[in-house]
C-alpha cells in the first residue's frame, strides 16, 4: 500500500510516499508554502521521483499551517501528532523534539510509545524561528545554509540584546556598520534564536534524548547554542525537514489500515 502524507508549511511544502507504512519510497521539497503552487509542485513532484500515478496512491494525510487548503488529501491531520509521529519513526529513543519552521517553533514531549505527554508553541513571534534566521540571512546577503559555517567559526560570538526581529534587524545593521568580524556576528543571530527556543523548550521540560526537527535543525549554529544552553545534546533528525510530512504518510496508513 502507498500513503502520501503532504506538509504544507509557511515557506516549504514537503511531501513523502511510504510503502506499507514502512519503507519511504521518495521525498520532495518545493521553496513555497501555502498560498502558493508550492504544495501542488511537491505533489507531482513525489509521484515522478517514485515513479506512481495518483491513482496508485491508497490515502494521502495533508499537515502543516495550509492543511485546510488541500483538495488532494483524503484527511488532515495537525503538525504536532505529525512530527511527534514522524520523529518517532526515524529516531524512537527520542523523548523531546525541539522543531524550528519558517514561523513557529514548538517543544514535543514523547512518551516510550511516541503519544505526545506535553508540547509548548511559539507561533506569534518572528523572532525564535526561521523567520529570524531569512531575515539576518538576507541583510548578511548569504543563504540560510551559509549561517552554520560562518557560526561554528565564531570565537567571540556577538550579543543580540534585542528581543524584536525588527529590532534585532536594526542591531545587526549597527554591527555590519561597525565592520564586526562576520563569523561573530552570524554566531549571535544563531545564539539569539537557541536562547529563546532554550527558554521554551525549558518550559515543556527536557527529556534525554533531544532530537531537533524542522528546516532550522539542519543549521548546526543553532544547534549546538541549544544544547549548550540546555547542557545536554541535541541530535539532528534525518531527513529533518520531511518529519511533518513523513508523520502524514504515517497516519495515512494508519487511517486506511
Ligand atoms: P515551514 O514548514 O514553516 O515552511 P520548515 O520546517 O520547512 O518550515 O523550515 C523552514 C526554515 O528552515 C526556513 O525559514 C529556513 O530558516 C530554514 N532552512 C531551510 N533550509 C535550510 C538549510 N539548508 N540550512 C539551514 N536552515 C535552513
Do not use: W
Not at 524584536?164 to 534587524?169: H, L, S
Not at 521540560?205 to 543553532?222: E, F, H, L, R, T
Amino acid at each position: 500500500m502507498y500513503t502520501l502524507g503532504i506538509d504544507i508549511g509557511s515557506t516549504t511544502s514537503k511531501c513523502v510516499i511510504l510503502k506499507d507504512g514502512s519503507e519511504i519510497i521518495a521525498m520532495s521539497l518545493v521553496q513555497a508554502g501555502t498560498g502558493t503552487d508550492g504544495p501542488s509542485r511537491a505533489y507531482a513532484e513525489v509521484l515522478t521521483k517514485a515513479g506512481l500515478t495518483k491513482e496508485q496512491i491508497d490515502y494521502t494525510v495533508a499537515t502543516g499551517y495550509g492543511r485546510n487548503t488541500y483538495a488532494e488529501a483524503d484527511a488532515e491531520m495537525s503538525e504536532l501528532s505529525c512530527h511527534a509521529k514522524g520523529v518517532h519513526f526515524m529516531n524512537p529513543e527520542c523523548r523531546t523534539i525541539i522543531d524550528i519552521g519558517g514561523q513557529d517553533a514548538k517543544v514535543i514531549q514523547l512518551s516510550e510509545r511516541g503519544t505526545i505527554a506535553n508540547f509548548v508553541m511559539n507561533d506569534k513571534c518572528a523572532a525564535g524561528t526561521g523567520r529570524f534566521l531569512d531575515v539576518m540571512a538576507g541583510l548578511l546577503q548569504m543563504p540560510v545554509s551559509d549561517l552554520e559555517n560562518y557560526a561554528l567559526r565564531a570565537e567571540e560570538p556577538v550579543k543580540i540584546s534585542s528581543t524584536c526581529t525588527v529590532f534585532a534587524e536594526s542591531e545587526v545593521i549597527s554591527q555590519l556598520s561597525k565592520n564586526v568580524d562576520l563569523s561573530n556576528l552570524v554566531a549571535g543571530i544563531c545564539n539569539s534564536v537557541a536562547s529563546r527556543t532554550a527558554a521554551l523548550a525549558k518550559r515543556a521540560g527536557i527529556k534525554d534524548v533531544v532530537c531537533m526537527s524542522g528546516g532550522v535543525a539542519q543549521n548546526g549554529g543553532v544547534r549546538e547554542a541549544l544544547a549548550k544552553e540546555l547542557g545536554t545534546p541535541v541530535l539532528e533528525v534525518k531527513y529533518a525537514q520531511y518529519m511533518g510530512a513523513l508523520g502524514a504518510a504515517i497516519a495515512a496508513f494508519e487511517k486506511n489500515n
